[in-house]
């Protein structure tokens, strides 16, 4: 099993807004060869922000890197410019997990 994470830094006050854009937004995961799940994680809050994740299972790395490279990757991406950009403190985290037990 492979997981791919991104971390978000939302502005506080702006976590509504970015919940209700991931709700809207078409992810193209249905099908893929390998995908497992897909969950928008909540967690703790600062000061400044509320931490987000996005969470991906993956049967393998190579199931995900192939998804990278697909049609359903360039659809699922082709509007990043319109996210608004004032929900974000700084660019995402991304991490890679690889099951070892």
Not at 1 to 9: C, L
Not at 43 to 50: F, N, Q, V, W
């Amino acid at each position: 099993m492979f997981i791919a994470m991104n971390r978000f830094r939302i502005a506080r006050g702006r976590e509504a807004d970015f919940v209700a854009h991931w709700q809207r937004r078409e992810s193209y995961l249905d099908g893929v060869p390998g995908f497992r799940e897909f969950h928008l994680l909540e967690g703790p809050s600062a000061e400044d922000h509320t931490l987000f994740v996005s969470h991906t299972v993956w049967a393998s790395e190579q199931a995900f890197s192939d998804w990278t490279r697909s049609e359903a990757f360039r659809k699922a991406h082709a509007q990043a410019g319109l996210t608004p950009r004032d929900f974000y403190l700084g660019p995402p985290q991304l991490e890679f997990f690889q099951t070892v037990i």
